[in-house]
């Protein structure tokens, strides 16, 4: 294994996104009544920026911010921000283990869009384990059963882009700071934030009590991406994403207990199988 995969420090950076991601989905659902996906997105945003900028001129990093690769910097933003407005608008909709197993058959696409524009190759192994993967999240949501259909195509579509977001991110990565990635990922997602929630001329401000929530999704936002982001530093698209799977059984457990969602048999068996695919995806790297 060279210096330029490590598939371990990968893993724990992709733990840290796990509970910043499931922080998120809770907080997301909490204010879905009061907030669309818009004004969510645009809060996020701005909160992010805020928290960028401070550590950006606290550590004196602002200045490795590039501005020689905007289009595909704008490529990634408008690919995440659509994916991302697509699942907030999914989880009032359908139960958490559906939006995350419907977000997670973005590994299916992250393959193909890696191999063809990223210059990623596709091992045995990596194919395993995202196969792997995806069957367990299939397992587990069970998406032909039920769920509004709507919440279950707002799910599936945010996949695609999600993948898109994911392969240019690790282009962005080979010659950007993580500090850069995530500037203009603020700067840019709140310009579209803006644009959007000023479509219909409603701007709904949060109350009092729903503050701490919308402070929530815009730290576990920013987070969730500077752990993405620090793991495709480290090794491929093919190895993080699998990764990523371990959080579909955390949130499964999480809207059991606070939504009164069914946790059966079949979240345990596609459990079993999303981290034997990470399992064997580790071993298979770590060995190299």
């Known amino acids: ?30 204010l879905s009544g009061e907030l669309d996906s818009f004004e969510m997105m645009m809060y996020r945003s701005f909160i992010g920026l805020f928290i960028v900028l401070a550590v950006g001129t606290a550590t004196g990093k602002l200045r490795e911010v590039r501005f020689d690769r905007l289009r595909l ?4 933003n408008l690919a995440h921000f659509t994916g991302q407005n697509l699942w907030f608008s999914a989880l009032p909709l359908i139960t958490l283990a559906q939006v995350f197993a419907l977000e997670f058959t973005s590994p299916i696409w992250v393959v193909v869009f890696a191999v063809l524009f990223a210059g990623e190759s596709l091992t045995r192994s990596r194919g395993l384990a995202v196969l792997l993967g995806f069957a ?5 949501a069970r998406p032909g059963v039920g769920g509004d259909a709507l919440g279950l ?14 392969v240019t991110t690790r282009m962005l990565t080979r010659s950007e700071t993580i500090l850069g990635v995530l ?20 701007v709904a ?27 495709l530093a480290v090794a491929p698209a093919i190895v993080v994403t699998p990764m990523d799977f ?23 068996l596609g459990a079993l199988m999303i981290f034997t695919g990470n399992w064997f995806n580790l071993f298979a790297q770590t060995r190299r």
Do not use: K
Not at 153 to 166: D, K, L, Y
Not at 186 to 193: E, P, S
């Open 205 to 231: 401000w949060p109350r009092a009590s729903s503050w701490p929530l919308v402070i929530l999704i815009g730290c576990a936002g920013l987070l969730a991406h500077t752990c993405v982001t620090n793991a």
């Open 1 to 30: 294994m060279t210096d330029s995969s490590r598939p371990l420090v990968a893993a724990a950076w992709m733990s840290g996104a796990v509970v910043s991601f499931s922080s998120m989905a809770v907080a997301g659902r909490q």
């Open 136 to 140: 367990g999240a299939l397992l587990v």
């Open 73 to 76: 910097h704008l490529l990634r």
């Open 246 to 268: 371990v959080r579909l059984p955390a949130i499964a457990i999480v809207g059991a207990l606070f939504y009164g969602e069914a946790l059966d048999l079949w979240v345990l």
């Open 153 to 166: 195509a707002f799910a599936a579509a945010s996949a695609i882009c999600f993948a898109g977001s994911i």
């Open 183 to 202: 500037f203009w990922l603020t700067v840019m997602q709140a310009v579209m934030g803006i644009v959007a929630v000023g479509w219909d001329g409603d």
